[in-house]
């Protein structure tokens, strides 16, 4: 049942303390990247996505392809929260230890309901696509809703899988970018910059749309409108800050990858409540 804006926050930010805490107990992790997605995964698996995790292979579900793994926390947390059997909320606090089904990144063997397993970046835009064509091919209603970093669409094979997205007219595939503009080495603009976004998607021939990736009323929308879309795949470039929601991490390179220490988790958790 599709939920309210506020309905939706308080969700969001409970998600985010559990990215907090999961990545606290592993001492390891990527919590950046995971605090800035959390609004639009939130709108996709509360809002937006024909889903039934009590289903979880419903063949004219929607998908998602978290194709930027290494943000696996927000994955793991909003399966948790949605009633997924297979990511069980009382174990979100065991990511990345031996014998966990929260793997360091999203693998299907642990974990069957993912619908990939990812963190070999540049790779999720080419496996959204084929699951849009298969669809097509069956005459399925599916969807398939696709999340890139920013620092991820400097591979060569997103750019590749953007054409081949165009030219097959494939308009039944979200493409989203997690634009926070920091990547593992610093600054995407000061290593390899990926500006004009929303011009080089529409220069490949997509229809791009540019948002506040953490205004839930925007993001709804903005889905909304790549769903009317006929005739060419949409991108969503998602403007949205590293490591949302906690002072010391926002727009700070260091915790792209590296997780904060027992005193940081309580001070971000007050920052949560």
Known sequence: MPKSIEELQSIAKRIRREIIEMIGAAKSGHPGGSLSAVEIVVEL????MRIDPKNPKWPDRDRFILSKGHAAPVLYAVMAEAGYADTPLD??????KLGSVY????DMRFIPSLEASTGSLGEGLSLALG???????DGRPSRTYVMLGDGEIQEGQVWEAAMAG????????VAIVDY?????????KDI????PLAEKWRAFGWH?????????????KALAEAESRKGKPTCLVAHTVKGKGVSFMENNPKFHGTAPNADEVKLALQELQ
């Open 45 to 48: 698996y509360f809002d937006h």
């Open 91 to 96: 174990q979100l606090n065991t990511l990345r």
């Open 103 to 106: 793997q360091g990144h999203p």
């Open 131 to 137: 699951m849009g064509l298969a669809a097509r091919l």
């Open 166 to 173: 165009a030219f097959h007219k494939l308009d039944n595939v």
């Open 180 to 188: 926070n503009h920091i990547q593992l080495d610093g600054f995407v």
């Open 192 to 195: 390899m910059e990926v500006a």
């Open 208 to 220: 791009a749309i540019e948002l506040d990736g953490h205004d839930l009323t925007a993001i709804r």
